[in-house]
């Protein structure tokens, strides 16, 4: 039974992968795969003993990931150590469909700037002074933060930036089986935060923040961009009302869902940890304007 796609890209990437993997005789016909073009550049039997001196790092080739088109395919490859590698081929489009470029790349190339640093106290030369906030708005599904943090920054005019926005819209790009989906949402906001405090502009986020490193994390990158840190830490004191909000709610987050597991939120909330007292803490089953009111003179003052 045939259980993936063909394509003239995926038998080129094979044959690449062959090699890695220390093939016996690999290479013998490179000549005959490898386009014209491509040897120009690179000679075959260039080409071929360079793959063959990799062989030490990858064989037995594990592939973690791969991506097929037609005239595309891209693996992603554990070498020895653990790391993740990228193999991709772009082969003719014409029969004998050759390889026309090739490329083996770590899966984070090492002439990009570094990522974000976990903690910010060294973290190059802060912006200019500026009157900014950085404005976290923590806590579990439905327990309001949202709606407050809706309202705070359209009252302040400061932009709101929600972890499950940012995810819905990577959905379509295969977001919602992203392992690491939590990571991938704290290191965009962070980033984001990061932007806006760069161009002396405060910020609000959206998000549970149940990890205490994810705290300490944007407790430091205010501190390095001289902005002030203000936490809301909100809850519903009323499970009925949490329960119902959960299960009832329409947010209309494209590429998001609308409810969520009850169960789930219950078990979150026996193990979330407890704000510093630097947090305002509220209760969204009390009238809105007044804890409107009260979370405004905490961001503001």
């Known amino acids: 039974m045939q259980r993936f796609a063909s394509s003239p890209a995926l038998t080129r990437l094979e044959w690449i992968l062959d090699g890695l993997d220390g093939k016996p005789g690999w290479g013998a016909d490179a000549p005959d795969v490898l386009s014209p073009a491509f040897t120009s550049v690179v000679p075959a039997e260039r080409y071929v003993e360079v793959y063959r001196s990799r062989v030490v790092h990858y064989a037995p080739v594990v592939v973690v990931g791969l991506d097929v088109g037609e005239t595309t395919a891209r693996a992603r490859i554990r070498r020895r150590d653990g790391t993740i590698?990228?193999?991709?081929?772009?082969?003719?489009?014409?029969?004998?469909?050759?390889?026309?470029?090739?490329?083996?790349?770590?899966?984070?190339?090492?002439?990009?700037?570094?990522?974000?640093?976990?903690?910010?106290?060294d973290y190059g030369r802060p912006p200019a002074p500026a009157d900014t906030r950085l404005v976290v708005f923590s806590g579990l599904p439905g327990s309001g933060k949202s709606t407050l943090a809706d309202a705070a920054g359209a009252e302040l005019g400061i932009p709101v930036f929600a972890a499950d926005w940012l995810l819905g819209a990577l959905t379509p790009f295969g977001g919602r089986h992203i392992e690491a989906a939590l990571d991938v949402a704290e290191e965009m906001l962070t980033t984001l935060a990061l932007r806006q405090l760069v161009a002396g502009q405060s910020v609000v986020l959206d998000h549970p923040v149940e990890r205490v490193a994810t705290r300490n994390r944007w407790r430091s990158l205010a501190r390095w961009a001289g902005a002030e840190f203000r936490v809301v830490a909100c809850q519903c004191s009323d499970p009925e009302i949490h329960r119902a909000r959960l299960e009832g709610r329409t947010r209309g987050i494209p590429g998001w869902h609308d409810a969520s597991d009850w169960s789930d939120v219950q078990r979150r909330l026996a193990a979330f940890p407890s704000w510093q007292g630097e947090a305002l803490t509220v209760d969204t089953v009390q009238p809105r304007e007044p804890t409107l009111a009260a979370v405004l003179r905490h961001i503001t003052t």
């Open 85 to 121: 590698d990228v193999v991709s081929c772009v082969v003719e489009s014409a029969p004998p469909h050759r390889i026309a470029t090739t490329w083996l790349t770590g899966l984070v190339p090492t002439d990009l700037t570094p990522r974000l640093p976990a903690d910010f106290a």
